[in-house]
């Protein structure tokens, strides 16, 4: 009997937990010394706004804020008019709900209106007047959203460019793979379409994931909560580059002439393997630390595309392109692909290296 096996928590998972600790914490002292009626409000609130990265946080912060507010101010609008009677409150619930509810339809920072509609709505008669509900309950979540928000500021500040970096170094190492996977196709003819697809598909998921960290770090610096350069030229030039490679691929479902790709081959597969060692030293350099070497890998690469144009240009003199037409449009194809690869890595390594020079002054 094979026993499950247990999960892996890292150092950010530990930091993340101790955060929403604190925050649970401070939160239920502070609704307690305060009286409030409804103190998990504050709790809960607080919970929610702690997340991986203080971006995170401090958008759901921000969401949470503008949410209860609106559904404060039509809930209690409509129970202050509804007064005791059912059928009104019922009327102006479902009323209440679908204008809340549109409203967040319109834009997802409004998805608690809705909820606090209800509860200001459906709050015990006896407790208090609804207008006094409807304060409480915005007080509540509001002093949960600062609490957790001061949590996600003080106590072991995780900032969204620590996850960036390693969903942008996934997109690398797909990039990479998937430059080797079209030099084999176009000079070997073994492409396997099932791990192009799974690859392509990683690298689609790492971008979205990485798209989501620059929009965090955006906020940090919007926030001024970090002074650390704009985050976004990496996915970027993450994204350029995988458009790259794909027009490597689009030629690599068919192998080139035989005769083309023996005298072509050797020079092609030299500059794909030294651009796709190039992504993977990158990559690494993103979640290992400066110390990770990518100039010499970029002049490796560097001098096998310029031996590459070189052994196009002999091949031309030598009368070799006057062979099968498609094969040349694909060798010529994945020539102006590896030209264009090395300017996008070249790019994106001086991207690294700018936006790492503030963190080290």
């Known amino acids: 009997m094979r026993l499950p096996t ?3 928590f890292t150092l ?11 925050a649970a914490l401070v939160a239920y002292l502070l609704a307690y010394w305060l009286d409030l009626p409804k103190g998990y409000w504050a709790v809960l609130s607080a919970i929610l706004v702690v997340q991986s990265s203080l971006g995170a946080s401090l958008a759901i912060a921000i969401d949470r804020c503008l949410g209860t507010i609106a559904g404060g101010v039509i809930g209690v609008g409509f129970a202050i008019v509804a007064g005791p009677s059912f059928g009104l409150t019922l009327a102006f619930l479902v009323l209440g709900t679908f204008m809340a509810a549109l409203l967040a339809a319109r834009s997802p920072s409004y998805k608690l209106a809705p909820v606090t509609v209800c509860v200001v709505m459906l709050a015990d008669p006896s407790h208090a007047d609804p207008w006094v509900s409807g304060l409480e309950r915005i007080l509540e979540i509001s002093l949960g959203g600062a609490v957790g928000l001061a949590c996600a500021l003080l ?26 996977l079209g030099a084999r196709g176009l ?24 798209d ?3 929009g965090e770090a955006k906020r940090e610096k919007i926030g001024f909560f970090s002074q650390s350069r704009d985050m976004t030229p990496l996915v970027r030039g993450g994204r350029r580059l995988w458009h790259t490679v794909i027009m490597l691929l689009r030629g690599a479902a068919h192998p080139m002439d035989k005769e083309l790709g023996r005298d072509a081959g050797p020079a092609l597969m030299a500059a794909t393997t030294a651009l796709s060692a190039v ?75 700018d936006i790492r020079a503030p963190m080290e002054e």
């Not at 106590?155 to 080797?180: Q, T, W």
């Not at 000079?187 to 990485?210: I, K």
């Not at 890595?345 to 290296?353: F, H």
């Open 6 to 8: 247990l999960p892996r």
């Open 12 to 22: 950010a998972d530990a930091r993340l937990a101790l955060r929403a600790t604190v």
């Open 155 to 180: 106590v072991l500040p995780s900032k969204a460019r620590e996850y960036l970096y390693p969903h942008v170094a996934d997109v690398l190492d797909g990039c990479a793979a998937l430059i080797d």
């Open 187 to 210: 000079v070997e003819g073994t492409l396997d379409p099932a791990t192009l697809d799974a690859t392509n598909t990683s690298v689609r998921v790492a971008l979205r994931a990485a």
């Open 212 to 214: 989501t960290r620059a």
């Open 279 to 353: 992504a993977r030293a990158i990559a690494a350099n993103m979640r290992d630390g400066e110390g990770v070497d990518m100039d010499s890998t970029l002049e490796t690469a560097s001098g096998a595309v310029t031996a590459l144009d070189a052994q196009m240009d002999r091949l031309a003199q030598s009368g070799a392109f006057s062979g099968d037409g498609a094969s040349l449009v694909q060798l010529s194809a994945a020539v102006a692909a590896c030209e264009h690869l090395l300017e996008n890595l070249t790019e994106l390594a001086a991207r690294l290296k």
